[in-house]
């Protein structure tokens, strides 16, 4: 009696909020099976175990859903590769057409040649700070909107001819409209919108620092010059898990705090600082190597280096190199479970 040898296949997921187009192939590139299935991972886990009971690699693109459905797709036991979103674009473009189906099988054609970059895929609780961290950072930036709408308006109608860059701003509005008003109609919404948006941002960041508190990884980061609760808390999300980093000094690169480079021929030269895929986390960065550059009383040999770097080369590009020098002691701080420590002046020197 013949037995059949079972076919290896690789499976491309493209998803979306309702459902998700799935391909099929096998090890020699035939498609087997095409088709879509609601976004949930019985329904997925059924499809693919009556369609490809001997999967090999199943591949989908980061995205909202994806921390959840990988998650789940991994505890039914099947073999899920989360792909970089921007690796992955940069070969599903080159399809004539762009269609879910295209996608979908593009992802298995990267899946069967081993084409990929994988991303990795925050646990729960590393997903939830992360969420508060971005949810007070979008506040933020709405409250800046509201200010600067505000300041639009005191000046177009010559409310006020001072400064309005002063974190009194709130208030001078709020006499602006006691002395004018008419203005109150136009004025009072946005300001009770920045009161209103204060408050809840108090409430993120109080939430936020209680889980800095608890966690002896934080608190330890934390130690570093210039390093809070925040920046503490969104370089561990970014990070998640620091053993996937072989070498603190990967971290700059991951963080688009490394020089590009461009080389052709016999000519090389620098092309400016690389991508930032992570932007709130290079922001809370570079304030911080400038809180460490200008306003930190204890000395250390980061700041004597940060100081020399600024002398040579001016404050921007030495808060970018500061800045990558934090993540990569913060790296090492975490991974070696020790604390920052600080140097003499003379010794620093």
Known sequence: MDHKTPVTTFVGLDISLAETHICILDQDGTRLYQGAVASDPDALADTIGRKAPNCERIGMETGATTPWLWRALRARGLPVICIDARHANRALSMRKNKTDKNDAQGLAELMRIGWFKEANVRSPQTQYVRSLLTARYQLRVSRKDVLNQMRGVVKSFGLFSGSTATRRFPAMVQ?????????????????????????????????????????????????????????????????????????????????????????????????????????????????????VLTKTASWSALKAWGLRVYKRSGFKRAAVAVARKLAIIMHAIWINGTEFEFSQKGKAA
Do not use: C
């Open 175 to 291: 006499e602006i409209i006691q002395d004018n008003p008419q203005f109150g109609p136009l004025l009072a919404p946005l300001l009770a919108v920045h009161e209103a948006l204060t408050r809840q941002i108090a409430v993120y960041e109080e939430e936020l620092k209680k889980i800095a508190e608890r966690d002896p990884d934080a608190r330890r980061i934390m130690t570093v010059p210039g390093i809070g609760y925040l920046v503490a808390l969104a370089f561990m999300t970014a990070v998640d898990d620091p053993a996937r980093f072989s070498s603190s000094n990967k971290l700059g690169p991951y963080l688009g705090l490394a020089p590009r480079v461009r080389q052709s021929g016999e000519a090389s030269w620098s092309a400016g600082i690389g991508h930032a895929p992570d932007k709130m986390m290079r922001s809370y960065l570079y304030q911080a190597a400038t809180v």
